[in-house]
């Protein structure tokens, strides 16, 4: 992987940051936030801004240029990856890290007096804005929107937003119409005294409206905004996507219905003036609720006095809370993926020790294809991360000519990849190895095993929130001096983001909300040497109910159940290092993972697959 | 405990939230928080304003009066004891819990538009002032700051304020001057480029001058306020204590000194009208460092352009980290205090069971006589908890007549005390059974004492903050759907106050700072059944520096030290409950004991306690 060159971008930049033709006065400083106008993790091409101007295509990070520098942001998992691609005009600012300036503090400590900083108000979170703006200005700076982004401005050949066809969802796979959840939704909005509701994340539009789309790669969703009353639902969408008779009768476009659940359909493009409309038409008392993260532009469309913000809307709690019709879909799929597993490892075992042709990239291609054979695949739900030897220790690797290493029978293979499935969404990491582990590596397997283990297995009461159970993943690691530099877990959405809010597992406080029976989020300690090799164990899993002995103030306790049924290599795991009780779980995990997956496995035929699924869940046997 | 009659005082306070003798407006509510003018948890007879009003007198609680309402605010360790001290006057909030309103919430639910919100301004941080007046301006009400606290104008017979005579610490306790604390100081200072530092914590100014007092029962500190410049020290504190020659030697206040460590001792009421001065006088970019807790009062003394505010100031995290005097000086402290204890476990034993006549103050009197026959003995680090039976299950129960039970053989015992001696200060809790417990309350005994040793034995890499540590307390109890509705540990100062930030091991996530070797906090988790029981087992831990078998990106890892060294009752030990791990703790632990408090017993010739201790001391077996 070689850096970009972008000397000649940032000069062309730094010519419209000062140019009349763009800005009302000239700026100092520019920043290029990650995401698009709705906050997305993962975007579209057209929004892929930060990584057109700097070359680091990571998920996560932020550019800022001035007239002197140019320095990302970016996190633990993307440190080594940024440093690749970014050339030597960029700073990299490893966030999580003592000395690491924040951006506000950076900019405090490079600008001239009475700067301006530029950023599109478009892209960049209300709440992000406030906390820069307040810093910025009582350093006497300004933070100002630029209507026109400015990095549009130079990218001459951007490619079009994406407008891709609709797919509609059914009850059996929903569990719940639209209709009703626009009905929960309006309860909770006159719970909270509110008369409008924005939605503004693309994975909110889609799961009210039980539908998906492929604007995104990797995420089923599709641009468009929603704004909802107690009596009114306003979709705004492009394109002709509406023309699509199934998406009309899903939608009961042409049926005569209640006023209340008539959709009026608007340009995508006018969500803001609309909601000024809305904004300019309100009473006293009168509140509109938005997501805190909501961008700057639309926030600032409704007046201050009438804003209801939170860190997390209703839609996004309730998405969270799968249902049983959602839950089932998620088992099913997540059996499709383990089947597509086991034919891949077989396969992979077959090739890799006596042929040695077997690449990064070759892997991931035959994992996709082994998905795309099972019923209801769409596509993957993330770029694969096939990644051996030390391509393993770059935490979010994505193998690519430049990099591909082929697998061998004397390096570490790390595998983190899923898929999306009409019924649900699937991510699963494996570390394996096809020849024999040294002693060191099967130790620190061992390790993120066991820290694997005391997630899934911890029993915590009704309302904790994740980040308690995050230390439970490092417990084994801590113990020899090891650890981890990202979080444990995620949520995970059904048909819809592989990650997403309000839940999670991690070390950093964030505000997470309790967990609850329904939730899905991912359980994924790992261990990594720069240079060397990378280990990762994840299930994906499902907060259950759990029954104890006792139940202190009538809490009720919960506990996970796994939904990734795909064998962890014994071969890794030093079992002496294993209590009894950590056995018991490898063996009973690996017993579940014979039988649901083995029954599908014989019912699609696929005998050889199956034999190393039998041969890979033998039972562990520990020395008393 | 009867509660307290607060009828007529309620109406009393209703007539001065009127009076234009003290209010501009009339207050349609007033606050009463708990604390004094220096945010102090432990606080003098004449600032225990919230206790007058309303009865009850626990370390934290928050009384709101309005013309139709009272209501305290206060957490799970005071829920029981608020409800009995409390009339029918009263509502009582319980903190913590999902339904509870918070203050202002509550505010804004009861009052009638256009309210004023009436609260003394040296007696509310600045940081809750901030919050409460945004809230309550954003419903359009007022939060108004009144001179002349309302309390005191009720309290006719209002303690005074006291002054008692200081101690002076020598290097040999404190292992650094306080011209080199002065000059860690200003280094502090320089490096965030402010120019003056305000000291308001009774404890901070203590520390950094190397004095002591006795103003507040239990806490070793006197009335004062310091304000520090680059070149000036003033001192502000009141009575001829600084008359004392041992004083002005060790404060060299008439030595010709560098004109740099030259204290000027100015009168305690002068605060303010200084600070007003030093606000005033100060140029474009000189800034005044506080801690965000400080009173509003002081803090607005300082235009908010010229404010620095930190949750924590270096003071505070300076005081946290023991040098090697203090941490010897602790060592000692917690061999006397054991030496004691184990007189009062040995007495109790030979009285408790034969003649059933110790009651809950007469064992709490008994443990402060063997305390006070100790070298260097000051007074108690706070009221004794001695609790018996049901009293157990009250958190922070303090024995007093109307409910002083008498310990016997049939009931678990639960003793919570600590002492301030010259060389440090201790903080233990132990809890025993005279008689045979049964296998329930072993059961609950040995989940308290897995989750005490989860902790003290936990490794963890430096840098670590406490909260993510809590969990590992808890994993036992939560595995049987057991809890504690209570944080695992708090800061412990040396000869200071027993609870001191900026640590502590706590599921509340509030801004604790990172462990590091040489700080001391404590370690104890409980279990408590309403009606019935309160277990719970602490000790006083160091943190130190572990050895680990490697040592990942060179951070170093960290564990605890306990520092207190009486032994854990081990008839309350289900023994097959434990792994071999930690029975190994506990053995190791009575070991360590027996031979470090075991020699001191010896030395002091209290030959009966010895045989105590080694029979109590004796190893656990574990069945294979």
Redesign the interface.
């Known amino acids: 992987m070689s850096p970009k060159i972008t000397t000649e971008l940032l000069k062309q930049l730094r010519q419209v940051m000062k140019s009349p033709k763009y800005v009302q006065e000239p700026l100092q400083a520019y920043i290029v936030p990650s995401g698009d106008a709705h906050q997305s993790e993962y975007i579209a091409p057209c929004d892929c801004r930060r990584a057109f101007i700097s070359g680091f295509d990571g998920s996560a990070g932020t550019a800022i240029v001035t007239e002197q520098h140019a320095a990302m942001w970016t996190d633990g998992r993307y440190f080594l990856q940024a440093a690749h691609q970014m050339d030597n005009n960029w700073t990299l600012m490893k966030m999580g890290l003592?000395d690491t300036p924040t951006q506000e503090d950076w900019l405090v400590s490079v600008l001239p007096e009475g700067s301006k900083v530029g950023v599109d108000p478009f892209i960049i979170p209300a709440d992000q804005w406030k906390r820069m703006s307040k810093v910025l200005r009582?350093a006497g700076h300004d933070l100002v929107p630029v209507k026109e982004n400015l990095i549009d401005a130079i990218w001459t050949d951007c490619p079009q937003r994406p407008c891709k066809p609709l797919i509609t969802l059914n009850l059996s796979y929903t569990g719940v119409s639209w209709r009703d959840k626009i009905v929960a939704l309006r309860s909770k909005m006159a719970e909270r005294k509110v008369l409008w509701f924005v939605v503004t994340a693309l994975d909110e539009v889609a799961w009210l409206f039980n539908l998906r789309g492929s604007d995104v790669e990797y995420n089923p969703v599709f641009f468009a905004y929603a704004v909802i009353g107690m009596n009114t639902i306003r979709l705004f969408i492009d394109g002709d996507r509406m023309m699509d008779p199934a998406v009309r009768e899903h939608l009961q476009l042409d049926s005569i219905l209640e006023p209340e659940f008539k959709i009026q359909v608007l340009p995508y493009g006018s969500i803001l003036s609309e909601l000024q409309a809305v904004g300019a038409g309100l009473s006293p008392k009168e509140k509109v609720w938005l997501s805190d993260k909501a961008s700057y532009a639309l926030t600032e469309a409704i007046p201050k006095?009438y804003r209801y913000l939170t860190p997390y809307t209703p839609i996004c709690i309730a998405k969270a809370v799968k249902n049983a019709s959602e839950t089932e879909g998620m088992r099913r799929a997540h059996i499709k993926d383990a089947v597509a597993l086991c034919e891949l490892f077989n396969w992979l075992e077959k090739e890799v020790v006596p042929m040695g042709t077997v690449t990064e990239i070759i892997a991931a291609d035959k994992a996709e294809e082994f998905r795309s054979q099972q019923k209801d695949f769409v596509e993957l739900s993330f770029a694969t991360i096939s990644s051996t030897g030390p391509n393993g220790a770059i935490i979010h690797y994505k193998p690519v000519p430049e990099t591909n290493r082929t697998l061998s029978v004397n390096e570490i293979y790390l595998l983190d990849s899923g898929a999306q499935y009409k019924d649900g969404t699937t991510d699963v990491t494996r570390t394996m190895h096809f020849g024999t582990p040294s002693a060191y590596e099967k130790e620190c397997f061992t390790y993120v095993l066991k820290g694997h283990i005391a997630v899934s297995a911890?029993?915590?009461?009704n309302?904790t929130k994740g980040?308690?159970?995050?230390?439970?993943a490092r417990?084994a690691?801590?113990?020899?001096?090891?650890?981890y530099l990202h979080g444990t877990g995620h949520g995970v959405g059904s048909f819809l983001n592989v990650h997403e809010g309000p839940c999670g597992i991690s070390?950093k406080?964030f505000a997470d909300e309790p967990l609850e029976a329904g939730m899905i989020v991912s359980d994924e300690p790992g261990y990594y040497e720069d240079g060397s090799f990378g280990i990762r164990i994840e299930n994906v899993v499902l907060v259950i109910p759990?029954e104890?002995?006792?139940?202190?103030?009538n809490?009720g306790?919960l506990t996970f159940e796994p939904l990734t049924l795909v064998p962890i290599q014994t071969k890794m795991i030093d079992v002496n290092l294993l209590?009894q009780k950590e056995c018991n779980w490898v063996n009973d995990y690996h017993q579940k993972c014979r039988e649901v997956v083995g029954a599908e496995l014989e019912r699609q035929g696929r005998h050889e697959a199956l034999r190393w699924l039998i041969r890979e869940t033998e039972p562990l046997i520990r020395a008393q």
């Not at 911890?458 to 009461?461: E, G, K, S, T, V």
């Not at 690691?477 to 650890?483: A, E, M, P």
């Not at 104890?548 to 103030?553: D, I, M």
């Open positions: 003592k009582s006095a911890a029993i915590f009461p309302g980040h308690l159970l995050d230390s439970f417990s690691l801590w113990d020899c001096g090891l650890d070390y406080t759990a104890t002995k006792y139940n202190f103030k809490r306790s209590s």
